[in-house]
């Protein structure tokens, strides 16, 4: 089976916006705090991780660059909960995502976008889309907010079927 090559476009907020948020302060107007020494940047993002029970989890993920090519392997969703990543120390990664709302056996290559952050940028996927697990392009260290509590927040489907490759 020939590879199928998905390209990475460059992450905005325009065009993540049907998959969740930009986290990024650039281009945001701040509010003076702390005696008018620093800026505080607000509402970036939507924590829904309330259903059934859930709290907020926030955790650091050490995860390994991603070998090249980058191959899909698999795609998740979390259907209680949003989730969150930024990278601690500029680390850019790649986002493959394709919109909740579709059935496992809707998630054809063709249902799938690509994006490539510029290492100050972070994401919040909405509540059910389908993403892949996180494809650092740098490892480094993440900062992960996600829902805690009962219920299961995790629905896996296999994707290697597919011959997906990413070009960032």
């Known amino acids: ?6 390209h990475a476009e460059p992450l905005t907020r325009e065009a993540f916006a ?10 945001v107007a701040g509010v003076a ?16 991780v309330a259903t059934g029970g859930g709290h907020p989890r926030l ?12 191959s899909l392997r698999l795609l998740e969703r979390h259907p209680l909960g949003t989730q969150a990543f930024v990278p601690l120390a500029g680390q850019r990664f790649v986002v493959v995502v ?8 809707e998630l054809v290559p063709a249902q799938l976008r690509a994006f490539v ?21 740098d ?7 996600d829902r805690g509590g009962p219920g299961v927040n995790g629905e896996v489907v296999p994707y290697e079927q597919h011959g997906v490759m990413v070009k960032p």
């Open 1 to 6: 089976m020939k590879a199928i090559e998905l």
């Open 18 to 27: 049907p998959f969740g948020d930009v986290i990024d302060a650039r281009g």
């Open 33 to 48: 705090i702390n005696d008018g020494n620093a800026l505080r940047f607000d509402d970036f993002c939507s924590v829904d």
């Open 59 to 70: 955790a650091i993920f050490q995860v390994e660059a991603a070998s090249s090519p980058l």
């Open 98 to 105: 394709a919109l909740p709302g579709l059935g496992p056996d």
């Open 117 to 137: 952050t510029d290492g100050r940028q972070g994401t919040n996927y909405r509540r059910g889309t389908w993403h892949h697990p996180l494809l650092a392009l």
């Open 139 to 145: 490892g480094g260290e993440f900062l992960v907010l």
